[in-house]
């Protein structure tokens, strides 16, 4: 059962279901409004054992309120290149709350159904406490980005692509941080070739080459991993291979299947060669893929 406040699904086999929701109802005052269509602004679409998840009215709305309805499309959601840097001047408090308004109606988009503006909307909410003109018309260039693809959907491809069970893909974008020389990751988790999962965030600690940002990348991303083969075993559709990860980097590879102790890689914090554990119990499998071919990239930088 998932429950948020009062919006509530129940899954697992049909029989089971109506007679947990009729034991659910007669404890507490709610409806049944049978099969889903909407939850929590996003709206379900069924086509066979096809699933599409999209959240189109929501943002129609969100355009309208912003002014953004007949904005000029843009390409992508944050121009090529761009970093945004912080304000250390005087806060202007209506430009303050404008922006934050717009930052999280976009974080709602993001987190629901659209990983293609993760990076530039976690990069942009980084500056909500004292934005500047720059930062807002950066946040309404992601508007006009989404008024071009308001009706982009997530599918899920049911039987045929639950074929391919779990499978992920993780990258990094080395000392990406001007100041702190931190590196930034993503990464992305399919399930029935549709996204389930999907991060883009600043890692905690500095790197001090690309292969460790890779593999302290490749780490995070294989505990979401197993978090879900967990979430999938618990649901009773246990993961009987290994989930595969593709990442860009030969060395991340090397040092997630070879537990040696190497005088380069001595000093990494030892929570991430948890990785190594995972490898060697066969819960994942990593594969090398070029950088121009993985999905993940648009979770590490502002890409043309």
């Avoid at 049909?14 to 009729?22: A, F, I, N």
């Avoid at 500047?132 to 491809?157: D, P, R």
Wanted: net charge neutral; hydrophobic share 35%.
């Amino acid at each position: 059962m998932v429950a948020y406040v009062d919006d509530i699904i129940f899954f697992g086999l049909k029989s089971l279901c109506d007679q947990k929701k009729k034991e659910f109802m007669a404890t507490w005052e709610c409806r049944d409004l049978g099969t889903p269509t909407k939850f929590l602004s996003m709206t379900i679409q069924y086509d066979g054992d096809k699933i599409q998840l999209d959240q189109t009215k929501y943002l129609e709305k969100v355009l309208e309120r912003f002014g953004m309805t007949n904005a000029k499309p843009a390409w992508t959601p944050m121009v090529e290149g761009y970093y945004p840097e912080k304000h250390e001047g005087p806060n202007n408090a209506v430009l303050t709350c404008k922006y934050q308004s717009v930052i999280g109606s976009l974080l709602y988009l993001m987190l629901g159904t659209r990983p293609d503006i993760a990076y530039a909307v976690t990069k942009m909410a980084q500056h909500c406490a004292n934005p500047t003109e720059e930062h807002l018309q950066k946040a309404l260039y992601i508007m006009k980005y989404l008024a071009g693809t308001c009706k982009y959907t997530l599918v899920f491809e049911g039987r045929k692509g639950m074929g391919q069970g779990l499978e992920s893909y993780t990258d990094s974008d080395y000392a990406q941080d001007p100041t702190h020389r931190l590196s930034q990751t993503g990464n992305l988790v399919l399930l029935a070739s549709g996204v389930v999962s999907w991060k883009s965030y600043t890692q905690k600690s500095i790197a001090t080459s690309s292969t460790e940002a890779e593999y302290m990348a490749l780490s995070d991303c294989a505990k979401q991993i197993i978090w879900l083969r967990i979430l999938l075993k618990e649901l009773g559709m246990p993961m009987k291979v290994s989930t595969p990860i593709y990442v860009d980097n030969q060395g991340a590879i090397f040092n997630a299947s070879n537990p040696v102790q190497e005088r380069r890689t001595k000093h990494i914090d030892v929570r991430y060669h948890l990785i190594r554990q995972y490898v060697e119990n066969d819960e994942v499998s990593l594969f090398y893929i070029p950088t121009d071919q993985n999905p993940a990239d648009i979770f590490t930088k502002p890409l043309g």
